[in-house]
Each structure stands twice: as structure tokens, then as C-alpha cells.
């Protein structure tokens, strides 16, 4: 996650990837403390899943917001950036999922 937007840094201004960067590590962060206090909790697999839909959701917007700009930034259509950051933020989760998840049984 983190390395998708250091690449942007040579195309985008340097305030608007600080700001990105901010974004990154508190939405992420979030994450993983939803996720790990999940796991020490023992919420079932599937519920972890619905924990993390409801969690980091300012965060995550502020995330959106800041990626999207730095993509537009660097002349990527609004589609192709919401695109973008939808593509990111999925394998990200999806990472998360995997790396907190333990299977019921």
C-alpha cells in the first residue's frame, strides 16, 4: 500500500503526497488495530470481515480523497483513479483479512 504511493512522489507536489502519506499510515493503522483486536477478541472469521466494513471509515475517506488527488495530479482521469484507488484499497484489505483471519473450526 505504502509503496503505490511513494511512486507517486515524482509526479505529484510535495504537500499533496505529505498529506497522502498522513492519510496512508492512519488508515492503514486503523485497520490493523480493528483487525488485531478483533483476532484477541476470538470474533469469528466472517465477522472480522463486517468489523473492518465498519471501521477507519473517516479515515479511509481521507485516504480516498488524497489518492485520488495525487492521481489526478499526475493527469489520471477521475475514473481511472477512483479505479485506482479501489484496486488498492481491496488488495490491502484483502491482505489484512489474510494475515488476521483465523478459520472458524
Same mark, same amino acid.
Given at each position: 500500500?505504502?509503496?503505490?504511493?511513494?511512486?507517486?512522489?515524482?509526479?505529484? $507536489?510535495?504537500?499533496?503526497?505529505?498529506?497522502?502519506?498522513?492519510?496512508?499510515e492512519?488508515?492503514?493503522?486503523?485497520?490493523f488495530?480493528?483487525?488485531? $483486536?478483533?483476532?484477541?477478541?476470538?470474533?469469528?472469521?466472517d465477522?472480522? $470481515?463486517?468489523?473492518?466494513?465498519?471501521?477507519?471509515?473517516?479515515?479511509?475517506?481521507?485516504?480516498?480523497?488524497?489518492?485520488?488527488?495525487?492521481?489526478?495530479?499526475?493527469?489520471? $482521469?477521475?475514473?481511472?483513479?477512483?479505479?485506482?484507488?479501489?484496486?488498492?484499497?481491496?488488495?490491502?484489505?484483502?491482505?489484512?483479512?489474510?494475515?488476521?483471519?483465523?478459520?472458524?473450526?
Amino acid at each position: 500500500m505504502i509503496a503505490s504511493l511513494v511512486a507517486l512522489t515524482l509526479a505529484a $507536489s510535495s504537500p499533496a503526497i505529505a498529506h497522502a502519506d498522513a492519510a496512508n499510515e492512519a488508515y492503514w493503522s486503523c485497520m490493523f488495530a480493528t483487525a488485531r $483486536s478483533a483476532r484477541q477478541r476470538h470474533v469469528a472469521a466472517d465477522r472480522i $470481515s463486517a468489523e473492518l466494513d465498519k471501521a477507519c471509515q473517516s479515515e479511509r475517506a481521507q485516504l480516498r480523497t488524497a489518492f485520488v488527488g495525487v492521481q489526478r495530479e499526475r493527469g489520471m $482521469s477521475a475514473t481511472d483513479a477512483q479505479e485506482s484507488w479501489a484496486d488498492l484499497d481491496a488488495r490491502g484489505r484483502n491482505a489484512i483479512e489474510r494475515t488476521f483471519v483465523i478459520p472458524d473450526g
